[in-house]
């Protein structure tokens, strides 16, 4: 493996980046570092957080433009007991390198370095005519609008590639998620007096019974390339002590929804539901939406799709079929707010994103790398003729 793509790997998975609480700073500045010296003007973009800044670099200035979005946020590592390697110790063992974000995704931003530095001198030396952007981005974990800031201010394209762990498949298609709160109220009473209270615990089984025959009827639905929607009960928090029956019960739901759902029809859906479930048990419920990444759909001709499909079927034997990624990523922000044909593509497994011991195969990240330079190289020399 090419020794400086996993020395950059390395030194990118040791930099500890969690979000909560949005430690990216420090990953900014090394990649900041990392371009400037060379050659690359990139610019630390300290909104929408001053503290948090983000990476941005633009190299060329012909067309077409291709952005290349990657974020330094990772989940946090939970448990550290749990690692069999340290997460922030990278450590290499039988081709894989372990550790916090090799897959999710400090292989992607490294990848997008080392590929800004590259064609940044074919298109100074006139081999090449196009423009490539680089966005390092903060806060995709958690919703917050990284991505979408560096759109606004200018950093965008033709096209793009979310450099997310697809085990270098090509995806035109991605799901939506929103992540709703749900509240059902009760009457406090001490517990050896039960029947003087109102049990928000009780009340909220018809709440859970609806939400449960919801994930059924909606798995009806289908998209040819992510799936089926569902809808997710991930927690459930009631009581304060032992001895007090309790007075409100929170419902936490993951609904995943498919390109041809909207998040209004999604919150009308879910509205009307726990309006029928109230009425019907005479309860008082109450939701709120608390985040949302909407889903995102290109055409699987697109020339960008198409080409990154073929270089993976070429230098990696990957299946070249129309697929779509069931997990939510920045590629929303890039189709839906910039208006590009944008994909989802990378080296890495998606089951290792947010795993104990999470790892990446040197083996695909070097041939990531080959697919990644071929068919940029395959759209710029298309774009120059």
């Known amino acids: 493996m090419d020794e400086e793509l996993r020395s950059l790997l390395t030194s990118l ?24 010296s060379r050659g690359v003007s990139a610019t ?35 448990d550290r007991d749990q690692w069999t390697h340290p997460p922030y110790d990278p450590t290499v063992r039988d081709g894989r390198l372990y550790g916090r974000g090799s897959a999710d995704m400090k292989c992607g931003v490294a990848l ?17 005519d196009g423009s490539l952007v680089f966005h390092a981005a903060v806060g995709e974990e958690t919703a917050e609008p990284g991505t979408k800031t560096l759109l606004e201010r200018g950093y965008d394209g033709t096209y793009g590639v979310v450099l997310e762990p697809t085990a270098l498949r090509t995806a035109t298609s991605a799901k ?4 709703y709160e749900i509240s059902v109220g009760g009457d406090p009473s001490h517990a050896s007096r039960p029947d003087e209270g109102d049990n928000a615990i009780g009340n909220a089984r018809p709440v859970l019974d ?38 409100s019960a929170t419902i936490t739901v993951d609904r995943r929804f498919v390109p041809a759902e909207a998040v209004e029809e999604v919150d009308a859906e879910i509205d009307a539901l726990l309006s029928d479930v109230a009425a019907e048990h005479d ?27 073929d270089a993976a079927a070429e230098r990696a034997d990957i299946d070249p079929v129309p697929w ?31 795993a104990y011991d999470e790892y990446i195969e040197l083996s695909e990240v070097e041939a990531g790398y080959d697919i990644l330079r071929t068919a940029l190289r395959g759209l710029f020399q298309a774009g120059g003729d």
Do not use: C
């Open 210 to 247: 609806a939400l449960e025959a919801y994930d059924e009827e909606i798995r009806a639905r289908a998209d040819p390339l992510v799936g089926h929607p569902t809808a997710t009960v991930t927690r459930f928090e009631a009581g304060t002590k032992e001895n007090v029956v309790p007075e």
């Open 283 to 309: 309860l008082n419920v109450e939701w709120t939406r608390t985040r949302v990444y909407e889903s995102a759909a290109v055409p699987t001709d697109s020339d960008i799709a198409a080409r990154f499909r």
């Open 176 to 179: 939506g998620l929103g992540w």
């Open 112 to 128: 997008a370095m080392l590929a800004t530095v590259e064609f940044a001198d074919a298109f100074e030396s006139g081999a090449l």
């Open 44 to 78: 630390l973009v300290e909104e929408p957080f001053p503290d948090r800044p983000q990476v941005a670099a633009r190299v060329g200035d012909g067309e077409p433009s291709v952005v290349l979005n990657g974020h330094l946020d990772v989940v946090p590592a939970g």
């Open 13 to 36: 998975v040791e930099i500890e980046t969690e979000n909560p609480p949005g430690d990216e700073a420090a990953a900014a500045q090394f990649v900041s570092d990392w371009l400037d």
């Open 324 to 354: 779509g990624i069931r997990a939510a990523t920045d590629v929303r922000n890039l189709v839906n707010d910039a208006g590009m044909d944008a994909i989802t593509w990378g080296p890495g497994s998606m089951a290792q994103a947010h």
